[in-house]
């Protein structure tokens, strides 16, 4: 049962139908999209809970804690746990509206409902609707009762009803629009210690670089986004540590363990001990970290132990 009975923007417009009893169904909440084939609100004799006239106002007509009548009722009534919402507009017409501001108030009320009414932001298949009893995209009582999303009229009452409202509607738009759950919080060291490492995740995040002068390619620039494992990391901020460099061995990689590495090179050649230790070699470097025989000059290989001198 909601427990918001009125849309705190909404213009309350009651008609003489004051509502029908609620039945939640299986208590999956739904948003259920109506457009009105009109340019202006309807003298309803059967109305929603709302209607939207996108860019101009927002009507309710009916508490949540009771059911609209937009969907006819036929053999079976379908629409008493639905919130059922009329968008002013034409099913023909929804594909081409444009974004503002049709469809960027219609992303708003939608993810009202969601906050408020607990309406998931999903979206049944709106790219075949077609009009009648048994259009292809229209569904049964149970398949209806069991979605719990935004879905349209023409979703509803397979055999009973016939409009195809509210068209092919923009679901992409509407996706891009509409407020994801943003990224979970990085998670600590302990937890991350075997999951791959972005170049800057943790405390930065990452950078562009320039290589300093010395670097065989300085001047230019970079931004690492190969991924590795923080134990990775903290064996090479090791091998830093031992070459002098000031980093952290917290295995995360920072803008101070890339500018260490770049900073940290003692020389190249085989008679030299010391390796170019470039921002972007990381490879050779790790297989290095895990230890083998000594070897001196050029590029690093699997097996190699690696020495750093300071500069
Ligand atoms: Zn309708």
Redesign the pocket.
């Known amino acids: 049962m909601a427990t918001v009975l009125w849309h705190p923007d909404a213009i309350k417009r009651p008609y003489k139908a004051k509502g029908k009893p609620w039945s939640g169904g299986s208590g999956n909440p739904k948003f259920l999209f ?2 009105t084939e009109t340019t202006g609100l309807p003298n309803y004799s059967a109305p929603p809970h709302m209607t939207l006239h996108p860019g101009v106002k927002l009507w309710q007509h009916i508490p949540f804690n009771m059911a609209a009548y ?2 006819r009722s036929g053999k079976v009534d379908t629409m008493t746990f639905a919130y059922q919402i ?1 968008v002013i507009g034409r099913a023909r017409e929804v594909p081409m509206y444009r974004a503002v501001p049709w469809y960027t108030e219609v992303a708003k009320l939608i993810q009202w409902f969601h906050d408020n009414l607990g309406v998931p932001i999903e979206f049944e298949d709106f790219s075949v609707m077609k009009y009648g009893q048994l259009a292809p995209q229209r569904r049964n009582y149970a398949t209806v009762d069991a979605f719990s999303g935004v879905l349209g ?1 023409a979703h509803v009452g397979r055999g009973i009803d016939s ?1 195809w ?1 509210p068209g092919r509607l923009n679901v992409e738009l509407l996706e891009e629009m509409l407020n994801k759950p943003g990224p979970p919080p990085p998670p600590t060291l302990e937890e991350e210690e075997m999951l791959p490492l972005k170049y800057g995740d943790g405390m930065e995040d990452g950078q562009t670089l320039t290589y300093p002068p010395g670097h065989p390619e300085a001047g230019a620039q970079f931004t690492t986004s190969r991924f590795y494992k923080r134990s990775d990391v903290r064996a090479v901020q090791g091998m830093l540590r031992d070459a002098g460099a000031s980093v952290n061995t917290d295995g995360v990689y920072t803008v101070k363990t890339a500018e260490a590495i770049m900073f940290v090179t003692p020389g190249s050649g085989a008679d030299s001990n010391g390796f170019w230790f470039h921002g972007n070699d990381w490879a050779p470097t790790l297989k290095a970290a895990y230890g083998g025989s000594g070897s001196g000059g050029g590029d690093l290989s699997f097996g190699d132990t690696v020495k750093l001198t300071q500069p």
Do not use: G, L, Y
Request: charged content about 25%; cysteine-free.
């Open positions: 109506h457009t937009s969907v009329e009229h409009h409202d």
